[in-house]
């Protein structure tokens, strides 16, 4: 089946001019200038999304620029929005975010609001504004008090959207979804052994820290209090395995507590076959996950890439945290990836790489996968982010506090083997 149709809205090249004080600041506050400037950006009903705003002296292009996240919108937005204008209000503040981007405390410096004429955007790129717009004030008619600097455009962006037909560790099918049509394309079969040694991986990547499993509490047992030996098989439509998504680092509670802590993260292995032998196998991602602390109880995570040239050269493309209560959305993406310093990026155009969603702790998961179409040239390609995903999800359970009891789907002690 082709892609489905979606379309990035892109808000960037972001930065302020302010004019001259023309007398000096009341004792009450400071210039803007010595303070922090952020705008908040809406459009319709979407998330409003937060920028920080550098300022610029210059009469033409701005020194320094910055861009906020990008809006997605998926096949049920476009339809929505189907020969209406979007309608893009950006408010500029000075003062203080806050922890939760809250505008409490901060000064209103004033707003811009356009329209968005998306007719055309499933087709190709568009520029809607590249340059300069006055800000006004939501007291005054004074528009020459500050100017805000932004680009607006939109690019098709495809997708293939995918779906677990239940929880991964319950071996479900895995479909392709294109609107009302639902086409199983891969299925998957999950396995715990807590007797499992790797057996089918080669020794230089299950030996040393710079390779698949760190062995730093060797192969002891431990008894009790760990999670290891999961595995979950994705397959093909004809049964041929075409990736898979292996615990290579047991999940363990940190000393005198019972959470997986940062510091003694648990991992998986994603892997795909090692050429056309079903039983070799070799790496693609590693994905790192542990139960954040703070104020927000997250299901913290790292995915690393592995380069050809072995396993000691692991690229990082992606680290966030996911709500353990709420959930959330797991993402891949190049803009994210750049602006955290991460400087690498998948083959393939900048922009989304893959999304997949992850439900709370001890909800019914079945996630929903997409991938960025040009970043699947085979089904092969698909079925590593399908894996990549079932991974995240597992690890939300992986992360559990030890305090509490995994489904029995989960405690299993079956043989496991990568064939």
């Known amino acids: 089946m082709d892609p489905c149709p979606f379309v990035r809205l892109i808000v960037e090249s972001l930065a302020l001019k302010l004019p001259s004080p023309t007398k000096p600041p009341p004792l009450s506050g400071v210039h803007p200038s010595t303070t922090p400037c952020f705008c908040k950006i809406r459009i319709n009903t979407f998330p409003t999304h937060t920028a920080l705003l550098p300022l610029s002296v210059s009469p033409s292009a701005p020194d320094t620029t910055t861009s906020a996240p990008a809006f997605h919108l998926d096949p049920a937005a476009l339809r929505r929005l189907s020969g209406k204008p979007l309608s893009l209000v950006l408010s500029v503040y000075n003062g203080p975010m806050g922890r939760s981007c809250w505008v409490r ?30 800000l006004a004030g939501p007291h005054s008619r004074n528009k020459s008090s500050a100017q805000l600097h932004l680009i607006v455009r939109s690019e098709p962006d495809p997708r293939f959207v995918f779906q677990f037909g239940g929880e991964p560790e319950c071996s479900p099918v895995v479909y392709q979804i294109q609107g009302n049509i639902r086409q199983p394309v891969f299925s998957c079969k999950f396995s ?63 000393p005198g507590s019972d959470r997986v802590s940062r510091s003694n993260p648990g991992a998986w292995l994603i892997l795909r076959p090692n050429g056309a032998s079903v039983s070799s196998w070799k790496p693609w991602g590693r994905l790192e996950a542990w139960r954040e602390r703070g104020p927000v109880d997250g299901l913290g995570y790292k995915v690393e890439l592995f380069s050809d040239s072995g396993p000691a050269n692991r690229v990082p493309i992606a680290e966030g945290t996911v709500s353990v209560k709420k959930g959330g959305q797991f993402c891949i993406d190049y803009k994210v990836m750049k602006d955290a310093g991460l400087g690498w990026r998948l083959p393939g155009e900048e922009g989304f790489v893959m999304g997949s969603s992850v439900d709370g702790e001890g909800k019914v998961s079945k996630p929903v996968v997409q991938v960025g179409a040009q970043h699947i040239t085979c089904m092969a390609d698909a079925a590593l982010f399908i894996a990549l995903s079932a991974a995240i999800d597992l690890s939300m359970d992986a992360c559990t506090l030890f305090s509490h009891k995994l489904r029995k789907e989960l405690c299993h002690h079956e043989q496991n083997s990568l064939s």
Not at 109 to 130: D, I, K, M, P, Q
């Open 105 to 134: 405390g901060a000064k209103l410096l004033g707003r811009v609001h356009f329209t968005v004429n998306l007719s055309t955007a499933l087709s190709h790129s568009n520029t809607f504004h590249n340059g300069w717009l006055n």
């Open 192 to 254: 715990a052994d807590r007797n499992y040694r790797s057996r089918s991986l080669p020794s230089d990547f299950s030996s040393n820290g710079n390779g698949w499993r760190r062995s730093s509490t060797g192969d002891r047992e431990r008894q009790g209090k760990e999670r290891k030996g999961w595995m979950i098989m994705i397959h093909d439509l004809s049964g041929s395995p075409v990736a898979a998504a292996s615990m290579v680092t047991p999940f363990v509670p940190s």
